[in-house]
C-alpha cells in the first residue's frame, strides 16, 4: 500500500480552491451538495497564507507554473494539506475517483499514477453500489448510541450490525422509507436477539480466487482467524485486518469452541484435513460449524 486512504470530515470545515480554468471547476465540483464551506481563491489573494488559515485542505489548479509555486507555497506556510492538480511531487494527498452515495463514499485512487485507470475503476464499482446506500448508512448513525447501549461487546455488536444489513429495517431505507426502517431497526433492538457463533473453516491452499463467496464472506466477517501456518497469504489478506489471530495452542480446538460460544465467528484456515478428533469435539460442542471449500478449477 503505498497511499493511505483516509476520509476528512466536512461538516463545518473550509476547503480552499486556488486558481481558475476546468481544473480547478473540476476540484470545485467534487464538493457540490457536501457540507464544506468551498473558498475560492485567485491572485494575489492566492499568495497569501492567511487565505488558507483554518481550511481541512487545498487545491491549487493553474497552467500558470509561477502561479503554482506561489501559492502552494502559500499553502504550505499556512499547515494546510495540499494538492497541486498534475503535479504528484507537490502533493500531500492525492485526489480519488469518487462513489458518491451520500453518507457512503467509495474512494479508488492510484497514488496519482494513472487517474484514468481509477476512474475506469469507479465505474465498475459504482453499479455495486445502489443509491439507498447512503440512506441506510444514516440509519444506522441515528441508531448508534442504542446499538452501542444494546450490544456493549464488539463482537456482538458487529453481529446484530451484520444481520441488520441485510434485513428489514434496511431493506425499507434502500427503498425509502426511513419512518418504517427506524420503527423496524428499534424493534430489532428491543427484542436483542442473542447472538450466535460459529467455528468455519476455510481452504488456505489457495489460489485464493478459487475460494466460494461464501468463504470469502466468512473470512470478511471473522472475529477471529485462526490459521494454519502455511496458509497462502492471499487467502489470509481476504480476513477483516481488525480480527484476532490465534496461533499454537492458542488456536486449539477447545479455545476456539469457547470463542464460538461467546458469539465470535471463528474461521479456522486449513491447508490439510480436520482431525477425527477435533471432529469428534466440535460435533459434541454443539457450536455452529461450517467447512467452506474452494470451488474446483476448471
Known amino acids: 500500500m503505498n497511499a493511505f486512504p ?19 471547476e473540476a476540484k470545485a465540483r467534487l464538493f457540490d451538495g457536501s457540507p464544506a464551506t468551498v473558498k475560492r481563491l485567485t491572485a494575489p489573494e492566492a499568495f497569501l497564507p492567511a487565505a488558507y488559515a483554518g481550511a481541512v485542505a487545498a487545491f491549487v489548479a493553474s497552467d500558470d507554473a509561477l502561479f503554482i ?58 453499479t455495486h453500489v445502489p443509491e439507498g446506500a447512503g440512506r441506510v448508512a444514516a440509519l444506522l448513525r441515528r441508531r448508534r ?8 461487546e464488539l463482537h456482538e455488536r458487529r453481529a446484530f450490525l451484520r444481520a441488520a444489513l441485510s434485513g428489514p429495517a434496511a431493506q ?11 420503527r423496524l431497526l428499534d424493534e430489532a433492538l428491543e427484542t436483542r436477539a442473542d ?22 464472506r466468512a473470512l470478511g466477517a471473522a472475529d477471529v482467524l485462526a490459521p494454519d501456518p502455511d496458509a497462502d497469504p492471499e487467502v489470509l489478506r481476504m480476513a477483516r485486518r481488525d480480527a484476532v489471530w490465534l496461533k ?22 486449513v491447508t490439510g484435513a480436520l482431525s477425527p ?9 454443539g457450536v455452529a460449524v461450517e467447512v467452506l471449500l474452494a470451488a474446483p478449477e476448471t
Open 69 to 126: 509555486q506561489q501559492a502552494a507555497a502559500a499553502a504550505r506556510s499556512a499547515h494546510v494539506l495540499l494538492n497541486v492538480v498534475d503535479h504528484t511531487d507537490l502533493c500531500d494527498f492525492y485526489t480519488p475517483a469518487v462513489v458518491d452515495r451520500g453518507e457512503v463514499v467509495a474512494a479508488i485512487g492510484t497514488a496519482g499514477a494513472s487517474p484514468m485507470l481509477a476512474a475506469l475503476l469507479r465505474n465498475d464499482i459504482e
Open 6 to 24: 483516509a476520509f476528512l470530515p466536512l461538516a463545518g470545515r473550509t476547503v480552499v480552491i486556488a486558481g481558475a480554468g476546468d481544473m480547478a
Open 172 to 182: 425499507a431505507a434502500m427503498a425509502g422509507d426511513m419512518e418504517a426502517a427506524d
Open 145 to 152: 448510541e442504542a446499538v452501542r447501549e444494546t450490544y456493549p
Open 248 to 269: 499454537g495452542d492458542d488456536a486449539a480446538i477447545e479455545k476456539l469452541i469457547a470463542l464460538a460460544r461467546e458469539g465470535r465467528q471463528v474461521v479456522r484456515v
Open 195 to 216: 447472538v450466535r457463533g460459529a467455528v468455519r473453516f476455510v481452504a488456505g491452499r489457495g489460489p485464493a480466487d478459487l475460494l466460494t463467496l461464501r468463504a470469502v
Open 277 to 285: 478428533e477435533d471432529g469428534r469435539r466440535l460435533a459434541a460442542s
